[in-house]
C-alpha cells in the first residue's frame, strides 16, 4: 500500500493540511475549505494510496518558506509539488505559476494566455478545484469587473493574500 503523508500547518489566515509524497506536495487545502473532504477522498484515489498523519521531507521545506512568505521575505515558492490533475487542469495551474507575485489577471485574461478566449469558465473551475492553495496562486485571478470572486478558501483570505503580495486592485 502507498501512502500520502499529511500535516496539519498553522497560518496567519488559519490552519492548513499538506499532503505530500516523495515526488513533491500534492496538496495543501484550509482545512474550512469547501469541498476540503471531497479533495482529499479525489486525492486518494487518484494516487491509490492512504492518506496518513506523519512526518516528511517535505513538509519541512514547505513550512519554512510558507513562513517567509507570510513574513513577506518570499515572493516564490521552491518546494517540490506533485500536481494531479487532466492536461487542461495542469496547464492552467502551471499559467497560475506564472503570475508573478503582486500582480492579478482576470479569468478571461488567463484563457486568451492558453490559446482559447471561450474557456473563461473552464479556467474558472480548474482555478475552483487546484489543490495547492498559496503554492499555485489561484487567489491572483479575479473577476473582469475587478471584484475577487471564486475562492474556495473563503474572499476573505483572496484578499488577506492580495494584500499580503502588495498587489493593486483595480
Known amino acids: 500500500m502507498e501512502f500520502i ?6 497560518t496567519p489566515l488559519g490552519e492548513m493540511i499538506a499532503c505530500a509524497v516523495d515526488q513533491g ?7 474550512d475549505r469547501k469541498n476540503f473532504d471531497k479533495q482529499l477522498k479525489a486525492l486518494s484515489k487518484t494516487l491509490k494510496a492512504e492518506i496518513v498523519e506523519k512526518d516528511h521531507i517535505h513538509f519541512q521545506q514547505l513550512e519554512k518558506e510558507l513562513k517567509e512568505y507570510f513574513d513577506g521575505d518570499r515572493s516564490r515558492f521552491e518546494v517540490p509539488l506533485f500536481i494531479t490533475g487532466t492536461e487542461f487542469q495542469k496547464k492552467v495551474w502551471q499559467l497560475l505559476r506564472e ?5 492579478i489577471r482576470t479569468y478571461k485574461q488567463q484563457s486568451e494566455l492558453l490559446g482559447n478566449p471561450k474557456a473563461i469558465r473552464a479556467v474558472g473551475t480548474a482555478n475552483g478545484i487546484n489543490k495547492i492553495a498559496i503554492l499555485i496562486p489561484c487567489h491572483r485571478v479575479i473577476g473582469s469587473n475587478g471584484e475577487l470572486v471564486g475562492y474556495a478558501g ?7 493574500l492580495l494584500e499580503l503580495e502588495k498587489a493593486i486592485l483595480f
Not at 5 to 10: A, L, M, P, R, T
Not at 25 to 31: A, D, G, R, S
Not at 99 to 103: D, L, N, T, V
Not at 154 to 160: F, L, N, T, Y
Request: glycine share 8%.
Open 25 to 31: 506536495i500534492c496538496l495543501l487545502e484550509f482545512t
Open 99 to 103: 503570475i508573478p507575485m503582486g500582480e
Open 5 to 10: 503523508h499529511q500535516k496539519k500547518i498553522q
Open 154 to 160: 473563503g474572499i476573505w483570505r483572496k484578499q488577506k
